[in-house]
């Protein structure tokens, strides 16, 4: 079946804790399902801070890109970032996303379709909730900047964790997820979105 690897792309979602404390979950579920992704997998918990450290652990990259990403957002506001050094920066956001992460329930997910990874980010709009742009749930319902954040020692609060790459996301979905908890179904919805012809809707 052609794109059929597409079709199977998997991410996984975290509302994190102030997500849930907003009671946004159903507004966050909601935006993803229309959209025509599958959601295959589903819990509620309470992350241990060890937990936590896997989640933020399993990309060796993820300290240098998230570095430098806030340090660039300090930088176009004309703001000085706290360092330059883009590794030390990003230990600093580990840390308090650590407490952040493990201080409350968080509902975690996996939205499996076409192109999942990518449309779940554009859905949820980018990290800093200063930037991100109406219409994105980040850019909705959240006001905080890196710099705000940064100088008050806590991480972002920016509603939700979505996966950036598949790479990342084969990594993440087994850190919260046995496989026994991800669900083999169709969708109805599947057969618009994926058939080539439609041939099964006139009688
Ligand atoms: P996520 O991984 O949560 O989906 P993301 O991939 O857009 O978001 P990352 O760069 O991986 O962002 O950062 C992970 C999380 O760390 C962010 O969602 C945010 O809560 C927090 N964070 C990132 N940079 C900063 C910063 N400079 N100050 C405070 N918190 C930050
Ligand atoms: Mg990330």
Redesign the pocket.
Known sequence: MQNYDKKQERTLVIVKPDGVQRSLIGEVIKRYEQCGLKLVALKMVIPSRDQALKHYSVDPE?AL??GT??IEAWKAKGLTPPTNDPIE?AEG?RK??LDFLSSGPVVAMVWQGMHAVGVIRKITG??EPLSSVPGTIRGDYTIDS?SA??SDKR??R?I???S?TVAEANNEIPLWFNKNEILNYRLVAEEILYDANLDGILE
């Open positions: 993820w890109k998230t990403k806030s920066l956001v308090t996303l980018s990290t890196y954040a940064d991480s972002v920016n939700i964790h979505a950036g």
